[in-house]
């Protein structure tokens, strides 16, 4: 498809970053946000095409946020490509990037907070990544007040993230509508994710197994299984089957709205994963049925 050429405008200051949304407030123009950490791929282009459908306005943000990595994680080494973000962006005609360093976001003295309450964060991602989800919840409150969207997009493929990013605007009153995008993946069905990059060669085409656990589990739901765990465990054996595979986080069937773990089918859920594989950790998931 041919992008209508526009002119992407660059922003690193937040101060300047907010005026420049107030301006556009003022003019009337809608704003669309895509909230990222870089490094992007088709996954997060597919959210910009789309906030490029329903608004006047894209802005992309790109921050890798220290706020929602643990001690042990890997912001150190979190992939950062901001050229070839940047072509990407312009090509994908993205009016604004905004791209502040973490002096500016956490400026001396910074010392506010959100808390995500454990109902949805004790659970999947958040039982591993304790902190992970109120850094989050943090640095999308402020990118909101920064550059004030009337709707912003996440990927389905941070499940946990966009249950706790509605929870986020329906509590606190944010005037933000929170738009979800399928997870878009690679030929062998692997979830495209900036993280991927860490793979070795070997490790990349293990990892499609997840597809294939996340795929089975579907299809054996579609086809009428009602016994959760006959369902887990066939996640489970088709991930073992692939040496590769480390540590298992976790892997089942949940209730897609409280994310608590299923025995019994009841009416939808959704098929998570969270493994290791080598260094990596790699997350998916699917609605079903
Ligand atoms: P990240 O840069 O990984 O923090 O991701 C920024 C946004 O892009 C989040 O809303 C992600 O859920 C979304 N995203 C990441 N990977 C994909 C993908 N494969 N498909 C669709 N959206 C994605």
């Given at each position: ?202 490790e990349r085409k293990a990892a499609s197994v997840i597809y294939r656990a996340l ?75």
């Amino acid at each position: 498809m041919m992008v209508e050429k526009v002119r992407t405008e660059i922003i690193r200051i937040p101060r300047v970053m907010q005026s420049t949304g107030i301006e556009l407030r003022r003019k009337q123009k809608s704003i669309g946000l895509v909230p990222t950490m870089g490094a992007l791929h088709a996954g997060h282009m597919s959210l910009i095409k789309a906030s490029k459908r329903d608004n006047d306005m894209t802005i992309a943000s790109i921050f890798v946020n220290p706020l929602q990595f643990g001690p042990s994680e890997d912001l150190s080494k979190y992939p950062r490509d901001p050229d070839g973000d940047m072509a990407r962006l312009r090509d994908a005609g993205a009016d604004i990037v905004f791209m502040p360093d973490a002096e500016g976001m956490y400026a001396k003295g910074f010392t506010t907070n959100i808390k995500i309450g454990g109902e949805l964060t004790n659970k999947l991602c958040g039982g591993f990544r304790p902190g992970h989800f109120d850094g989050v919840a943090t640095v999308v409150a402020k990118l909101f007040n920064l550059t004030l969207p009337v709707r912003a997009y996440f990927g389905q493929k941070d499940y946990q993230q966009t249950l706790i990013i509605k929870r986020l605007v329906i509590d606190l009153n944010m005037p933000v509508e929170i738009i979800i995008c399928p997870t878009v993946r690679e030929h062998d069905g692997l979830a495209m994710s900036s993280r991927n990059k860490y793979l070795s060669e070997d490790e990349r085409k293990a990892a499609s197994v997840i597809y294939r656990a996340l795929n089975a589990a579907k299809d054996s739901i579609s086809s009428g299984e009602q016994d959760m765990n006959a369902v887990n465990d066939k996640m489970q054996s088709i991930l073992k089957s692939e040496p590769m595979v480390g540590e298992v986080q976790y892997a089942g069937a949940f209730d897609a709205d409280t994310l608590d773990a299923l025995s019994e089918f009841k009416g939808r859920c959704v098929l998570a994963v969270a493994l290791k594989i080598g260094q990596t950790r790699l997350i998916d998931n699917m609605l079903a049925p």
